[in-house]
């Protein structure tokens, strides 16, 4: 997987922050890093990377303009969009060997491991 990130010239964090936003559209910054566990500092860091790089742009909600929506650019969804068919290619070899008991097992052992942080 991380080869072909690469190829798209982002790492891992980078690619996972623009593919919770391609699947669940306009995240806040809390949500994104509740989605990829990793740190308050790391997330502000590689938001304002993506954001430099326009693939994707920071909106205030008009009803409270504390709370910042994150979405994708158009370049920033072009781009998930041409790398996630590939991506979920690597993730389904990865795991076509486990029958559909043991695919439960790990989704809920991974949801279990994510709600502990």
């Known amino acids: ?3 072909e990130i690469t190829k798209s010239k982002l790492n891992i964090t980078e690619f996972s922050v623009l593919e919770v936003l ?3 559209g306009k995240q806040t910054i809390q949500q994104i890093r509740k989605n990829i566990l990793i740190s308050s500092s790391s997330m502000t860091y590689i938001i304002d990377s993506l954001e430099q790089r ?19 650019t158009e370049t920033g969804n072009e781009l998930t969009q041409k790398t996630m068919p590939k991506h979920h290619e690597v993730i389904d070899n990865m795991f076509d060997s486990l029958s559909p008991d043991e695919s439960e097992t790990l989704v809920h052992l991974l949801k279990k491991v994510k709600n502990k942080v």
């Open 54 to 72: 326009g693939l994707l742009s920071r909106n205030t909600w008009r009803e409270d303009r504390r709370v910042i929506h994150i979405t994708l």
């Open 22 to 24: 391609y699947q669940r």
């Open 1 to 3: 997987m991380k080869e």
